[in-house]
């Protein structure tokens, strides 16, 4: 099949070609964190399950950093490539790559200290069991936490790279190779929740250094690893760029963290461990929104770079689209799937699987909102508009769901703390559309 080029016209068969590679790259990299949930749920037990959740918000702010580079990286090279300028884009690829590098590192280091500090604070109302479980959890995972931030990089760099796929085959092996390792390090050795980190920590040096041996070497696609020049200016672009990207992850994982001490409250660790499959299966549907944005990202930054406004009215249309159709789409398998991927979890507590299917119901009407609110921040990210992105970001989630999980739960216990996503995502699509109705003469779309 011939590759499809940043540079060509776009309609709704081309665009969902191009997108889908990094679609199912991003379920991927979801499928293979929740396969340590799986193991640990049913071979391990519940309380290191719990563990595992209190401490897994915690971990994603740490690696998000990657996203920042990496999204805010892929637009500033699309964009430089749109402009003609390859060898100005390569350099800014290998200055990105050592950041994150020299940056990972860095938080490893800090976040292997701290996390006794992080764990105790988050479960000050679990069980002192939870609390272990979630520090030799959260430092085993720190041991590969650079690579972890290259591998969510590299989903972006692959595809301005034009090479969706290869990063799809990278990431399936990935999560291979986390999928057996559990299965031998758990069942097999008796590793227990070790095990599990340590199948995913290996999975992730995967994902992470077989994109740098090959951008490494001379290959057909259009960025190549060579010497970086230091260039503040560009690396200030790219964390600008990627901010809300950044913003989104930090706080998704502020407000995991709300969600788990409003929940240890109202429910006990019962509710950490119900929010805990909610959001594995969470990251598996907002995974097909943010692999299709990710996926188009590069193709409206080339577009930008190259002036070409026509383009970019016929992508803002068809993105929209489909976002859309994949709400309603992504809703209905939510509802329908609700209970079956519960009882895959919790099998030996009635009460905890009710509580699971019921807040899985009720959190999946998010859904049909979602979607808009996550092309709309990265959108303006691949415009270059790192700003008005994070606003997006911020308002749909520390400032809306912040609100919401804090306000709710007063008047509806614990189904207030499932519906506050849905009013969150409700007032953010107002700024949404707003933003892209003001700012649409500004970029030509």
Partial sequence: MQRIQLSEHFNFKKLLRFTFPSIVMTIFTSIYTIVDGVFVSNMVGDTAFAGLNLIFPFIMILGAVGLMF???????????????????????????????????????????????????????????????????????WMCTLPFLMLQFSFQSFMITAEKPTLGFYITVSAGITNAVLDALFIAAFGWGLAGAAAATCVGQVVGGIVPVLYFARKNSSLLQLGKPRFEFKALLRACTNGSSELLINISASIIGMLYNLQLLRLAGDGGVIAYGVMMYMNMIYIGIFSGFCMGSAPIVGYHYGADNKEELKNLRRRCIAIVLIFGVVLTGFAEALASPLSALFVKDDPAVLELTKSGMRLYSLSYLLMGLNVFGSAFFTALNNGVVSAVISFSRTLCFQLGAVLLLPVFWGITGVWLAVVFAEAFAIVVTVVLLVVLRKKYGY
């Avoid at 749109?82 to 590192?105: H, M, P, W």
């Fill in 70 to 140: 990496g999204s805010g990286g892929s637009a500033l090279i699309a964009k430089t490539l749109g402009e003609g300028d390859k060898e100005r884009a390569n350099r800014y690829f290998s200055l990105f790559i050592i950041a994150i590098v020299v940056v990972g590192t860095v938080f490893a280091v800090v976040g292997f200290s701290v996390m006794p500090l992080v764990a105790e604070a988050l479960g000050k109302d679990a069980t002192r069991e939870t609390v272990e479980n979630g520090i030799l959890y959260g430092r085993i």
